[in-house]
């Protein structure tokens, strides 16, 4: 459903003129994509949604107005040989025209209006504002302070269709995400019929360049692991499990009828790791179920629900900066924006796993965290 954005008082660097042009995209569960599905082979791309047809004719259309960093064209990409297939990408311009980063010395760091934020924008970069029209929710409590969603373009790209999800920003809320802001992206992957669609959020510390709450969104046509990688269950009925065989950290499943209460659980989980100034990167893509609910191969094929993994990680602050790539919104996952050609041309699995280990917690540190967080989850 389409209509006029309507007139809302805003700390907000936009013109009344500006707010009745802007486009409102306004959704209930009825248009969740229930039955995608990971083609094997060379299959038909699946018919895009109003929600993917929206924010690809937005991004397209402030693409050819020139209003991004530079012009995003077809990438190159490689297949890292090795059991992770990890999917490299030369991304050049990102890593030298994108906005400098804010200069982040807590994960708690207060927002300050003073620096940039998305309420300094140009206002051509929002695509539309973006609503749940709650059946009935007024009356069940499922309202927010900050409901709405403003989906802005990201004018420095790291792919077809990069935006960003910022919850109400005249909130002006810092990077640490909300039950709201998690639903939010969960939602956001159920109404793409696109299983390449992907949601991240970088909490501060974890390379997240802004203190304003927001996370990212983007197409990536390749097929990551972290869609049917095998897990553990540590508490499966709040769908909390562990990743195996993969950079070590947790994941979350869940298809349309559980959103609300998966993303509940997901901020229980991501409070404590920012009461205890840890770090951590979220991933959120489409993907099969846990092992201990898929039954046959059609499964393993389904994309009809969503993984949401949560890697706990080494902080990091100041100018520190790999050459090659940063462990960030996208890395863990498998997805690798190189910055230069000599190291998206050479890099083996070895190299980036090196990388990799670099930003993961120590083994014996993450055990420990596995053990509060599930005792955590099964108290609350």
């Known amino acids: 459903m389409y209509k006029k954005m309507s007139l809302h008082p805003l700390a907000y660097n936009i013109s009344r003129k500006d707010l009745t042009m802007m486009l409102q995209f306004v959704y209930n569960k009825r248009e969740f994509v229930t039955d995608a599905q990971r083609s094997s082979g060379n299959g038909l791309a699946p018919e895009p949604s109003k929600f993917d047809m929206t924010i690809q004719a937005g991004w397209s ?3 050819n107005r020139g209003l991004f960093r530079y012009h995003l064209d077809d990438l190159q990409t490689r297949i890292i040989p ?12 990102r890593g030298l025209q994108r906005r400098k980063p804010q200069e982040i010395l807590s994960i708690q760091q207060e927002f300050n209006a003073k620096q940039f934020n998305f309420n300094k924008i140009n206002p051509e970069e929002i695509i539309f504002e973006m609503t749940n029209d709650h059946e009935g ?11 709405r969603v403003f989906v802005l373009v990201n004018v420095s790209p790291l792919e077809f269709g990069h935006c960003l999800f910022v919850p ?6 810092p990077q640490v995400l909300t039950s709201f802001s998690i639903q939010v992206g969960i939602e956001s992957v159920l ?13 501060l510390g974890a390379f997240a360049s ?18 049917s990688v095998q897990v553990k269950p540590l508490v499966p009925e709040k769908r909390f499990y562990r990743l195996l065989d993969f950079p070590a950290g947790f994941l979350f499943y869940t298809e349309s009828e559980c959103v609300e209460k998966v993303a509940r659980a997901i901020c229980q989980v991501t409070d404590f790791l920012v009461d205890s100034n840890i770090a951590h990167n979220l991933f959120l893509s489409r993907g099969c179920p846990p092992c201990d609910q898929i039954q ?39 997805h690798l924006p190189f910055k230069n050609k000599e190291d ?37």
């Not at 929710?137 to 409901?147: T, Y």
């Not at 927001?214 to 097929?223: A, F, N, S, W």
């Not at 059609?298 to 050459?323: F, L, M, N, Q």
């Not at 090196?354 to 965290?369: G, N, Q, V």
């Open 210 to 227: 802004v203190n304003h709450l927001h996370l990212h969104g983007y197409y990536l046509h390749h097929e990551l692991q972290i869609e």
């Open 61 to 63: 259309d402030r693409m």
């Open 137 to 147: 929710g007024k009356d069940k409590g499922q309202l927010h302070e900050c409901c």
């Open 82 to 93: 090795g059991q992770h297939g990890y999917v490299a990408q030369l991304n050049i311009q």
């Open 344 to 380: 998206y041309e050479l890099s083996t699995e070895k190299d980036v796993n090196d990388i990799i280990e670099m930003y993961l917690l120590p083994e014996a540190e993450f055990h420990t965290l596995e053990q509060h967080l599930t005792r955590h989850l099964m108290d609350v």
């Open 191 to 203: 109404l793409s019929s696109d299983p390449g669609f992907r949601v991240g959020f970088n909490s």
């Open 296 to 334: 046959d191969e059609k499964d393993h094929c389904s994309r009809k629900g969503v993984r949401i993994a949560v890697w706990p990680r080494t902080s990091c602050y100041g100018a520190k900066d790999e050459s090659a790539f940063n462990i960030a919104l996208c890395e863990l996952a498998g």
């Open 168 to 173: 109400d920003p005249s909130c002006c809320l």
